[in-house]
């Protein structure tokens, strides 16, 4: 397999490539940290196939997708009757990857027996499959991926911090794909000549200037897999193969219809309607002034009531931030303003 392809040339994205080039060819474990969807997996790669672990085996676990005790025999293996159903000796994936590197995923949900049972593999490299009693030899670079906050959950008592200290000889901090705008578009050309090769398409004939207004405006909670899933979601749509692409179809859970009995109902109180986020909209949020509480905080009520209607209009516009200007009546700047006073309000 050849080393993955990463496009990048926004400078945050450059610093986290040095910092992966210096540490790839050491053999101490390393912590990816970043927001769903930044290419964790794909960097855990990258640092693989710079090592000299090269041409040796790459094992990806993803610790989220199974129970404790199924983890458990995934990492160190089991022998034949450690448990029922286990008829056979099974190597795990330590041993699978000896010489390589294991890549472990969503680290932060693995219990603290596991995390255990991890660190004098890592520490001393040493496991026992389950229902053995031979302790095996085994050298695996470690490398451990998460958006967790690992050293709250340690303090906390929830993550062992000595393992902490172990998997953190460096960490890479992978940037939200909104801090990379010079990015945005470098990555959707390539989505979207890859998905126009899979509908058989002769060429890309490009983005019009709405639809790259449309890109650069989102802030894409998802980041680079949200894009993705956009860029060829919205090619699958559209009508014409030899026009450029014109609209960039981000919320697939908006109706292309208004109910006019449900917006009615919803005027009059009688009944609920829902937004595009299927969340229940009541008569009371289309006045959020009804919802002020009486206080002697007067700065309080104004800020909560900015964020009320900032929130709404956020929803109903997909979150697209020009749209939302124009429907709040304010310029660009000054949502921009709002939305750094009120940083939360991206959050979904």
């Excluded at 964790?40 to 005790?69: G, T, V």
């Amino acid at each position: 397999m050849d080393m993955p392809a990463i496009l990048g040339e926004s400078e945050l994205f450059n610093q986290t490539l040095e910092q992966l080039s210096l540490v790839a060819p050491l053999h101490k474990p390393v912590l990816v940290l970043g927001e769903r969807g930044t290419g964790k997996e794909l960097m855990a790669q990258r640092l693989h196939y710079l090592s000299e672990r090269w041409d040796k085996p790459f094992i990806k676990l993803n610790c989220a997708a199974l129970s404790e005790s199924l983890l458990e025999s995934a990492l160190f293996g089991h022998e034949s009757g450690a448990f029922t159903g286990a008829s056979r000796q099974v190597k795990g994936c330590f041993e699978r990857a000896h010489e390589g590197t294991l890549f472990l995923d969503e680290l932060a949900t693995a219990s603290l027996r596991v995390q255990e049972k991890l660190l004098r593999a890592i520490e001393y490299g040493e496991i026992e499959r389950l229902g053995g009693q031979e302790t095996l030899r085994v050298d695996v670079r470690v490398i451990a991926a998460t958006n967790a906050d690992l050293p709250t959950l340690a303090q906390q008592g929830e993550f062992r911090a000595d393992l902490l200290d172990r998997l953190a000889f460096d960490v890479l901090h992978l940037p939200p794909l909104r801090l990379r705008d010079m990015d945005i578009l470098l990555l959707a050309e390539s989505f979207a000549m890859a998905m126009c090769r899979e509908l058989d398409w002769p060429v890309f004939a490009g983005f019009t200037e709405h639809a790259v207004e449309q890109l650069m405006d989102y802030h894409w909670p998802g980041n680079i897999r949200e894009l993705k899933n956009v860029i060829e979601r919205s090619l699958y749509r559209h009508p014409d193969a030899q026009l450029p692409l014109d609209e960039i179809i981000i919320d697939p859970f908006l109706r292309p219809w208004v109910d006019p009995m449900a917006t009615t109902a919803a005027a009059s109180g009688a009944v609920p309607t829902t937004d595009s986020e299927s969340r229940p909209v009541t008569a009371t949020e289309t006045n959020p002034v009804s919802q002020v509480v009486a206080t002697r905080d007067m700065k309080q009520q104004v800020a909560d009531f900015e964020r009320q209607l900032l929130q709404q209009g956020l929803r109903h516009n997909s979150y697209q931030q020009k749209r939302t200007a124009k429907h709040l009546g304010l310029s660009y700047h000054q949502l921009r303003g709002y939305l750094r006073k009120y940083p939360e309000l991206l959050e979904r």
